[in-house]
C-alpha cells in the first residue's frame, strides 16, 4: 500500500512555545485515520500544519512524494490538493446546493460541472436537493453536502475538523456509518479530529490519541484498546478502574483479591508497588453472602448496568450476569487475560 501522507519529525510553535514536538505520522491511501485527544492536545493544530495554514519551525511533511513543508520550503495550502470540512460546513448561505458543490470546479465545461454535481448529490444520496438553499437542509444533510463540495475536485486526502460535533446525537451514529461506506467506496484518504472515542472507533481505521503536542500511541483501534502503551491512552479509550498491587513475580501480582495474572505495560520490577487497570467487562461480580465486596452504586447504560463494588476501601467497576442491587454483598472474579499493570 503507497503512502498517501508521510510526517516526520515535525515542531510547530506560537508565541516561542511548542505546540507540537518531533511529531511523526504516516497515512497510507484510502486510510481513515482519527487524531483524538482532549481540548488544547494539538490535534486541531496538527491538522492546520497539513492543511499550510500553519507552518512548521522543523521536520518535514510530504504528500505523494510531494514536498508539502520543511521548515524552509512551503507549499500554499491552494497547491497542496488538500480538501478540509471545518466544524460549520462553510457552505455559502447565498448559494444553491449545486453551486456550493460547483464552487471549487475550475477549467471545466457547464454540461461536465453539472455531471459532476449530479454524481456528487447521488454520492451523497440527497438526489433532487440541488436547487435548495443550505438553510432548507438538516445538520447531516449539510455535512453531506461540504463533503460532495470537497470530493467534488478529488483531493489527494480529506482533511475534517470536528465533523459529527454540530449532527443531533439520535442521527449522529448512522450519519458516521453512511459518510464511512462513502469514503471506502471512493478511496478516500481523510484525517479527522475528534474528542469523542466512540466517534472515533466507528468512523477510523486507525487512531493517533494526542497528549501534551505529542502523539501517544499511533495504530488500529482494538491494538489501542487492548494494548495501550501509557496509561494515559487506557485511560482516555475508555479506562475502567485501578486495583493497587504489587509485582510478586513476572506475570502476577498481590492484591486484595489474592494473586492476579496481568501484562505489565511498564518496566515493573518484582516488589514495586503498582496499578491493575480493570476495565469493566473483566470484572464479575455475583451476589455472594460471604462475598469480600459490597455493591456502593449502580451505573444505568441504557442497555446494560455496571455497579461500582468496594473491597477493603478499594473500589471498582464491575458487570453481573444476574440482578443485584446496592448493598448487596458480591464475590469477585476477575478475567484476567485483559488486565493491565502500570506504574
Known amino acids: 500500500m503507497s503512502r498517501t501522507l508521510t ?3 515535525l515542531t510547530c510553535q506560537y508565541e516561542n512555545q511548542n505546540v507540537l514536538e518531533s511529531l511523526s505520522l504516516e497515512v497510507e491511501q484510502g486510510e481513515i485515520v482519527c487524531l483524538l485527544g482532549a481540548s488544547g492536545c494539538g490535534k486541531t493544530t496538527l491538522l492546520k500544519a497539513i492543511a499550510g495554514l500553519l507552518p512548521l519551525s522543523s521536520g518535514t511533511m510530504s504528500l505523494n512524494d510531494l514536498l508539502l513543508d520543511d521548515g524552509n520550503t512551503w507549499l500554499p495550502p491552494e497547491q497542496r490538493h488538500i480538501g478540509m470540512i471545518f466544524q460549520d460546513y462553510a457552505l455559502f448561505p447565498h448559494l444553491t446546493v ?3 458543490i460547483a464552487f471549487g470546479l475550475e477549467g471545466i ?3 461536465e460541472t453539472q455531471k459532476i454535481v449530479r454524481n456528487m448529490l447521488e454520492l451523497v444520496h440527497l438526489d433532487g436537493y440541488q436547487s435548495r438553499y443550505p438553510h432548507q437542509l438538516s445538520g447531516g444533510q449539510q455535512q453531506r453536502i461540504a463533503i ?6 478529488k483531493p489527494n486526502l480529506l482533511l475534517l475538523d470536528e465533523p459529527f460535533s454540530n449532527i443531533d446525537t439520535q442521527v449522529r451514529h448512522d450519519l458516521i456509518l453512511q459518510i464511512r461506506k462513502i469514503f471506502k467506496q471512493q478511496g478516500v484518504t481523510a484525517i ?3 474528542h469523542s472515542r466512540e466517534e472515533a472507533f466507528a468512523f477510523a481505521d486507525k487512531m493517533a490519541v494526542m497528549n501534551n503536542g505529542v502523539i501517544e500511541q499511533f495504530g488500529e483501534a482494538s491494538e489501542l484498546y487492548y494494548q495501550p502503551s501509557s496509561k494515559f491512552v487506557a485511560d482516555f479509550l475508555g479506562g475502567g478502574s485501578y486495583l493497587l498491587a504489587t509485582k510478586i513475580s513476572e506475570s502476577e501480582f498481590d492484591t486484595v483479591l489474592g494473586v492476579v495474572s496481568a501484562q505489565s505495560k511498564d518496566n515493573i520490577v518484582v ?3 503498582c496499578q491493575l487497570l480493570l476495565r469493566p467487562q473483566y470484572v464479575q461480580v455475583t451476589y455472594d453472602k460471604s462475598g469480600v465486596a459490597k455493591v456502593v452504586e449502580q451505573l444505568f ?3 446494560q448496568c455496571r455497579y461500582v463494588i468496594e473491597v477493603n476501601n478499594t473500589k471498582l467497576i464491575g458487570v453481573a450476569t444476574a440482578e443485584i442491587t446496592v448493598g448487596d454483598t458480591v464475590s469477585v472474579e476477575l478475567e484476567e487475560k485483559g488486565v493491565l499493570a502500570f506504574l
Open 148 to 153: 460532495a463540495r470537497s470530493l467534488a475536485y
Open 98 to 100: 449545486a453551486e456550493n
Open 271 to 273: 516488589g514495586e508497588a
Open 7 to 9: 510526517i516526520n519529525n
Open 109 to 111: 465545461s457547464g454540461d
Open 192 to 194: 479527522f479530529v475528534t
Open 301 to 303: 447504560m441504557g442497555d
